[in-house]
């Protein structure tokens, strides 16, 4: 046992010291003690690059945070970490926030740093399809999301864009778990499936599918994930959320200057079991479709749009204040440093 807890000491120094990292920019250092926070992830995915390199290039340590991540396997399930003080900070579609204050949670969850602002996941198909037009899944199954999931639901706002009807027009199997569509799609369910990366990426390298449409070019700007807290937290410990918002703001102004491949490099230790070539693909498809937003701030503009998806899909009856989900006071002096 003592053998162990020696080992584990000597690879916690190796990993702080950047023996292992992509960037080589995270150092141990004697200064002050750092504020531990305990961040829950809806996925561990591609989609979040910033947030990898706010870690990998030490902007967090920097900053006086000495993060633990944690991956949430669903938004129900980051969710309830965060409620129940289980995870400090939550990352996830907005979407959550929304329902647990309209389901009269009092301390209730508030949004103060947005990500992303397009979908992440992408169509793929058994076979290529050069010309796909959204009509072509008449009739066909698909493995979708968690029904109220923003997954799922842009998915049907897309098609209701095409005039597709998700109820009548086509099959949607929502009976699959987060994360394991991609395996089901692999062993023969599905016409269809829906997938974020790299298991778009992997089912093509496989050759089990075949990517044919980006639903985040197809919904346009939408805020798809964003970091948030309980109501409580923020107001108790608004200097760590500043902190923090800072050390994110640094891993987006990363990915604006720097190249695919020089992202994928500098997050490949969060992805071990990717290639650097699939990394590097997979990052600079993200990029195309202008994933990333410059800054933090979550817009009311935003906010608004959500609503319409959410109401489109019949999942909130009524619409809720953006000045008490949404606080932009973090995002905004991170940005103008």
């Avoid at 290639?275 to 990052?283: E, P, Q, R, W, Y």
């Amino acid at each position: 046992m003592k053998t162990k807890k020696v080992m584990a000491a000597i690879l916690a120094v190796l990993l702080a010291a950047g023996a292992f990292t992509g960037c080589g920019n995270a150092e141990q250092t004697n200064g002050p003690k750092k504020t531990r926070v305990v961040l829950n992830e809806v996925a561990h995915s591609l989609f979040y690059a910033p947030m990898y390199v706010a870690i990998e290039e030490g902007y967090f340590a920097d900053a006086g945070i000495d993060l633990e991540l944690v991956t949430g396997f669903g938004a129900d399930k980051t969710m309830t970490a965060v409620l129940t003080g289980e995870a400090d900070i939550g990352f996830m579609g907005s979407e959550s926030t929304i329902y647990t204050y309209a389901g009269g949670t009092e301390d209730y969850v508030v949004n103060f740093a947005q990500l992303t602002q397009r979908a992440g996941n992408f169509l793929v198909a058994r076979e290529p399809i050069d010309d796909f037009s959204w009509d072509m899944l008449k009739g066909a199954i698909v493995l979708g999301g968690r029904a109220g999931g923003m997954p799922e639901m842009v998915f049907e706002y897309i098609l209701e864009k095409n005039n597709m009807d998700p109820t009548t027009d086509l099959s949607i199997d929502q009976s699959i778990d987060f994360g394991s569509t991609a395996a089901a799609f692999s062993g023969g369910q599905g016409d269809f499936t829906i997938e974020f990366e790299p298991h778009a990426t992997l089912l093509e390298q496989k050759g089990d599918g075949y990517v044919v449409a980006s639903l985040g070019e197809e919904s346009g700007y939408v805020p798809y994930t964003s970091f948030s807290a309980r109501k409580s937290y923020i107001e108790k410990n608004a200097e760590t959320i500043q902190a923090f918002t800072d050390a994110l703001q640094k891993g987006m102004d990363y990915v604006q200057e720097h190249s695919a491949e020089e992202i994928a490099k500098c997050i490949a230790p969060q992805f071990a079991e990717t290639g650097s070539d699939t990394l590097t693909a997979i990052v600079a498809r993200y990029q195309e479709q202008d994933t990333w937003k410059k800054d933090l701030i979550f817009h009311k503009d935003a906010f608004d749009l959500l609503q319409n998806i959410l109401e489109d899909s019949d999942v909130l009856k009524e619409r809720v204040p953006y000045e008490k989900l949404v606080t932009t006071e973090f995002a905004e002096k991170a940005a103008a440093k």
